[in-house]
């Protein structure tokens, strides 16, 4: 297929790659001066979209993505898809879709979970929404940058899913951070616990696949000083995300805010800009019961 693919970052360049190396005809463009191996680079988000078959963007928010989605949906032919990869607010991916539609253009939205090392790997899930046909030009290209991509429902769908999905990881990192925190304070090991927690109910990916601990359970950021393999940035953003939705569907989400709320102090107030989510665990190890 001919490519073009807009937003070109830490996530974009290694899945643009993948789809070069796998054949296909891919045209590059990003608002840095960058290079991929295998990819053309455009001097417009435009020139990268005309004649294209596919156009992927991965971009940092739905503002972008609505500026980037006005100027090459009229450089596109009718019949070719726009996929935004990109994590975006619910009412973004809507819009957007609504004119690419509107084009004559097959639209979907698909946030992707798996992080750098997914896109680097070609490991990544997607999250897809739209139409069976839009899904079903895309998923070939979703085997190439991915292991698993689920259609989950019409325009908007696959944004909702992650939303959803980060959420959920936010408000448990955090709970397992507290967990290890407490469990300190009380004299159990931390070995110890995780032995019982990750076998019993209290087991999450969290605890199980992430572990916040260093030296406890399998490889993860903890030990490697809390270098990000999601960043604290990153799920305050996707918290902020869910909650903008909760409020625009009227969905009661106390624990979602919470998190929201200790996610934003961690990073803008704290030390957590720049470092893993779950580095929430240093942070509780030196807190007390009545410091806010």
Avoid at 114 to 142: N, R, V
Avoid at 149 to 172: F, P, R, S, Y
Avoid at 237 to 251: G, H, I, V
């Amino acid at each position: 297929m001919k490519i073009g693919f807009i937003g070109l970052g830490n996530m974009g360049a290694p899945m643009a790659a993948n789809l070069a190396a796998a054949g296909h005809e891919v045209t590059g463009f990003d608002m840095a001066d960058v290079s991929v191996e295998g990819i053309r680079m455009a001097g417009s988000a435009a020139e990268a979209a005309t004649g294209a078959d596919v156009v992927i963007t991965m971009l940092p928010n739905g503002q972008i993505l609505r500026k980037v989605a006005d100027e090459v949906i009229p450089a596109m032919s009718k019949g070719a898809a726009l996929v935004d990869c990109s994590t975006v607010d619910v009412d973004s991916a809507r819009a957007v879709a609504e004119k690419a539609e509107a084009a004559g253009l097959l639209s979907v939205d698909a946030p992707v979970s798996g992080g750098i090392g997914g896109a680097a790997g070609g490991t990544l899930t997607f999250m897809a929404g739209g139409s069976e046909d839009a899904f079903d030009k895309a998923k070939p290209l979703f085997d190439i940058m991915g292991q698993k991509a689920v259609h989950c429902g019409e325009a908007g769908a696959g944004q909702a899913a992650k939303i959803c999905n980060n959420m959920i990881l936010g408000a448990t990192m955090i709970v397992t951070c507290e967990a290890f925190a407490l469990a300190d304070k009380l004299g159990l090991d931390r070995q110890k616990m995780f032995d019982v927690v990750s076998t019993s109910s209290g087991y999450s990916w969290s605890m199980n696949a992430y572990c916040p601990a260093p030296g406890v359970g399998p490889q993860s950021p903890a030990d490697n000083d809390y270098k990000p393999g999601f960043a604290a940035d990153l799920m305050l953003k996707d918290l902020r995300l869910s909650q903008q939705a909760a409020e625009s569907a009227d969905a009661d989400t106390p624990m979602g805010a919470l998190a929201q709320a200790l996610y934003a102090r961690f990073v803008e107030e704290e030390d957590g800009a720049g470092r893993d989510f779950s580095a929430m665990l240093p942070r509780f190890e030196t807190r007390g019961r009545d410091k806010g």
